[in-house]
């Protein structure tokens, strides 16, 4: 617990000296939370059928999506970034000489940093797009603690992606382009920036077999109510099962990467 906070002090301490990148990525997300706002407006207003759900529910949808950017976007506050990095330096051997188990000690290190940008970042530009931008609360209570819950489990997902490419770092060293396709196809596929019920037939159906939709499809479609009382538990479940899926792979090539690392060090 002590770690943890640790690594929340450390955010802040980051957050305290980048002052003016601080400021800019708020002003981004009200940028990108007005423009998706207006484009649903307009889609709407041309082809609601289309749509699918009310103009308040579409409009939510997007900005909500869009503030989540702050904290989910994989690439700026994965721990693939921190691996890479580590390696490139050769600083990785001060965290493997850590007394704690190294994907613990990622999954630590990245939720201090994503808590705290949560509740300074992403929080306060809930309440202006509520205030200012008319975006809606959650539909309800109960979905709000679903949204919470499906987020949660959104967040362990995309971390044990990112961490799979983090061990990728540690034998490609390299991984900026690879890092560019993975975001691209998290943005899609996760729908975030067309919801996933609007994609044709086959596309429709991989991007539900996919994890990416554990990121931002599911969380929100509880955030703006759209999920119907038989699939809650069968959204949360897959949400569950990609997540624990992929924490169980990431520890198995960790045993693999890290003896590899050991070989080539000794």
Known sequence: MKAFLAFIRQAFHNTTIYRFS?????????ITMYSVKWIWLTLHAQSPETVGIG?????????VAMSLEMIFWPSRHGPQNYMARQVRTGAIDTDLLKPMDFQAYMLGRNLGEIIFRFFVLVLPTWIVGVMVLGMQMPA???????????????????????????????????????????????????????????FPGALRTLAYILPFRCIYSIPLGFYIGSVPSERILSDLLFQVVWATAL?????????RVHYRLAVQGG
Do not use: C
Request: hydrophobic share 65%.
């Open 22 to 30: 601080f400021w800019m990525q708020i002003v981004y997300a009200f």
């Open 55 to 63: 103009i308040g529910e579409i409009t939510t949808y997007a900005m």
């Open 140 to 198: 309800s209570l109960f979905d709000g603690i679903l949204f919470v819950i499906s987020l949660t489990l959104g967040y362990l997902v995309l971390f044990s992606m990112n961490f799979l490419f983090g061990l990728l770092a540690m034998v490609a060293i390299n991984i900026q382009y690879i890092m560019w396709a993975h975001n691209a196809m998290v943005r899609f596929f996760a729908g975030q920036l067309i919801p996933l019920w609007l």
């Open 247 to 255: 924490t169980i792979i990431g520890r198995w090539l960790w045993k």
